[in-house]
């Protein structure tokens, strides 16, 4: 079946960079998404990207996709405190039932 | 327009009992997934229901877990004879056309079986 992984645990100083990674071993991937896990909320869909592209940005937020080595990458520019989260990777083969990482605990250091 | 709402937040039952969490979709969509996160894990796909149909349940649990989606009111998941592993955030999603890329998650309902 499909699996998606990810690291469980980054941390980044504040004004730095973070990148999260994600491979997914499903093929026929058709949409890759990344959300983002407050404590005790609910998820809220940062972005996604069709797998016919390799790279979107929105503001502070870039995906990068490697469709050949099937690995999807987020990076947040100048991170920031209010970024600490749990970052959930997830595929889906026709944008209806979604497959997820186990998430990656991002904690921003002052 | 009131976001995906769910409730209860949080709902203890002893074992055996059984455990009703409700999911109000955004106005105007009628399309409902659910997903069951056990404590330091993803999300995992549970049920995809539009108003009155159940379109794919290949998550759920083959025995004790249905899932509704009346013509009037919220979905329901209903859990029968709850035990220990139940325990854990099921959120809801709801999307206007099925698409995920236009769903929007609540904020899960935290069962806890005692």
């Known amino acids: 079946g499909e699996d998606v992984e990810q690291s469980l645990f980054l941390s980044v100083r504040e004004g730095d960079s973070s990148v999260i990674n994600c491979t997914y071993t499903?093929?026929?991937?058709?949409?890759l998404y990344w959300y983002k896990q407050e404590p005790g909320a609910g998820l809220q869909l940062l972005t996604y990207i069709f797998s016919n592209m390799d790279m979107k940005q929105d503001q502070r937020l870039t995906v990068l996709l490697n469709k050949k080595d099937k690995h999807l990458s987020l990076r947040i520019a100048d991170t920031q405190t209010g970024d600490s989260a749990i970052y959930f990777c997830a595929e889906s083969s026709h944008a209806r039932q979604l497959t997820f990482g186990s998430g990656t605990q991002l904690t921003v250091l002052p | 327009n009131a976001g995906v709402m769910q409730n209860p937040r949080h709902l203890v039952r002893r074992r055996g009992q059984e455990a009703r969490l409700r999911c109000s979709p955004m106005k105007g969509h009628s399309h409902v997934y659910w997903y069951r996160q056990l404590p330091e894990e993803g999300l995992k796909f549970m049920v995809y229901l539009q108003k009155e149909n159940i379109i794919d349940e290949s998550g759920m649990p083959k025995e004790r877990f249905s899932a509704e989606f009346p013509k009037e009111g919220p979905s329901i998941l209903r859990i029968q004879q709850v035990v220990r592993g139940d325990s854990a955030a099921y959120f809801c999603?709801?999307?206007?056309?099925?698409?995920?890329?236009?769903?929007?998650f609540g904020q899960g309902t935290r069962l806890t079986v005692v």
């Open positions: 999603a709801s999307s206007p056309t099925g698409s995920s890329t236009e769903a929007f």
């Open positions: 499903d093929s026929s991937s058709t949409y």
